[in-house]
């Protein structure tokens, strides 16, 4: 059974960070192309960044260039944002994807207060 959960949200005051983790089971997790994607309230879901099956970090968002990083092992079978310098407008529901097959964790919460 494929699995994927998210983990690690929560509530931080501005510029503060936090690390998201991707748990993921019931397939080949080294052979996949992940992503992460983020769906702030009223608003559609959108892209934050993927990251290749061999650790290469693409179409990073460029609203979080600079202040978020995406990184993966493959040996855990986990998939890691790591946020920096958090803002308002991050607050959002955070997902991470199987980018091939479209599959979804059910997300984690990050809120940011100013």
């Known amino acids: 059974q494929v699995r994927l959960v998210e983990s690690g949200g929560g509530s931080v005051q501005a510029g503060g960070s936090l690390r998201l983790s991707c748990t993921a089971s019931g397939f080949n997790f080294g052979l996949e192309r992940m992503s992460w994607y983020r769906q702030a309230p009223g608003k559609e879901r959108e892209l934050v960044g993927g990251?290749?099956?061999?650790?290469?970090?693409?179409d990073l968002q460029d609203s979080v260039k600079g202040r978020f990083t995406i990184s993966r092992d493959n040996v855990k079978s986990e998939m890691y944002l790591q946020m920096y310098d958090l803002q308002p407008e991050d607050t959002a529901e955070y997902f991470c994807?199987?980018?091939?097959?479209?599959?979804w964790g059910r997300g984690t919460q990050v809120t940011v207060s100013s």
């Open positions: 994807q199987i980018e091939r097959w479209k599959f």
């Open positions: 990251i290749t099956s061999g650790g290469v970090e693409i």
